[in-house]
């Protein structure tokens, strides 16, 4: 254990080795409100590797290997600070050769590798590759999902609000309820980083319970239209608030922090249902794993020979 816990030192202070990769993460992370949930992903996944090294029992079977990636990312690196190559898929999606992603995932493997050996890499796979989502929204998601489904939650909050007999003005993204009083469906609030969010903790849940691969593939895909369909409740209770705020003036410079308050409440609800669901999936896992010990070998007689 004092062995993994100088490790888990030497990978923080090796990211300087890294150090421009983890600058243009942070950019991204502080700058970009669908990326910041990228921020907690190193960390998650340091957690799950000491957990793995942990079910090992510590065996420390280091492997130069690791060394090897570690130096070829070094060049990439220096490389990198003296030459920018882009490549171009379409004017819309360009990424940077290699990827950020790409370059994290590498450094998680080389210390890996270096430090606990072939097994430990092996029984950390997962949490490796769960770097590959320190950028979770790809720039292209911006352009193909992420403004549709703002033109959609407008729609459905312009809807809702017409049916409360409220008149609008004709902006496309905007909700004006007077002139000078209304909300905006910006990025951001068309409910993908909730989505996200649940997607995340409903794959890492399913890594860390051992579910099936098609019952984790559901559990996610339902965490991430549970996140989605929050948020439209979100703003549908919003457009509620702005209704009332037209009678009650002092709340109409409140909105934000309704927004806020009604937002944080509904995802409290929707991660209680998400766990709710995990911890079943657990249990109906575990009853099944015992049954299957006490379940005799259905009155087979063994077969004697002479």
């Known amino acids: 254990m004092q062995f993994a816990a100088l490790a888990t030192g030497f990978a923080v202070l090796g990211l300087s080795i890294i150090w421009s990769t983890m600058?243009?993460?942070?950019g991204l992370w502080t700058t970009d409100a669908l990326k910041s949930i990228g921020m907690v992903i190193p960390v998650v996944s340091l957690i799950l590797v000491l957990r793995a090294w942990r079910s090992l029992g510590w065996h420390a079977e280091g492997t130069?290997?690791?060394?090897?990636?570690?130096l070829a990312i070094m060049v990439v690196i220096w490389v990198q600070q003296r030459a920018t190559l882009i490549m171009v898929v379409s004017p819309q999606w360009s990424t940077l050769l290699p990827p950020l992603s790409l370059v994290l995932v590498a450094y998680g493997s080389g210390v890996v590798l270096l430090l606990g050996g072939g097994r430990l890499y092996r029984a950390a796979l997962f949490p490796i590759l769960l770097l590959w989502f320190a950028n979770p929204v790809p720039h292209i998601f911006g352009s193909l999902v992420d403004l549709p489904l703002q033109r959609?939650?407008?729609?459905i909050a312009?809807?809702?609000a017409m049916d409360l007999g409220q008149t609008l003005t004709s902006d496309h993204l905007?909700?004006?309820?007077?002139p000078g009083f209304g909300m905006f469906i910006a990025p951001g609030c068309d409910g993908i980083r909730g989505a996200v969010t649940m997607g995340f903790i409903a794959l890492i849940a399913g890594y860390v319970y051992r579910f099936r691969w098609f019952a984790n593939a559901l559990v996610v895909i339902g965490?991430?239209?549970?996140?989605y369909m929050f948020n439209l409740l979100r703003l549908?209770?919003?457009?509620?608030y702005y209704v009332i705020a037209l009678h009650f003036t002092s709340l109409q410079n409140k909105g934000e922090n309704a927004d806020y308050v009604i937002g944080g409440t509904l995802f409290l609800f929707a991660a209680l249902i998400l766990f709710t669901v995990v911890h079943h999936l657990r249990d109906a896992r575990g009853t099944d794993a015992r049954e299957g010990?006490?379940?005799p070998s259905c009155g087979r007689i063994p077969r004697m020979s002479y």
Do not use: E
Request: proline letters at 0%.
């Open 23 to 26: 600058l243009s993460f942070w």
């Open 64 to 70: 130069w290997w690791g060394l090897v990636i570690l």
């Open 152 to 155: 959609i939650s407008a729609h």
């Open 158 to 160: 312009r809807a809702f």
């Open 174 to 178: 905007r909700l004006m309820f007077t």
């Open 223 to 227: 965490a991430i239209l549970l996140g």
């Open 236 to 240: 549908c209770l919003l457009v509620v």
């Open 293 to 295: 010990t006490d379940v």
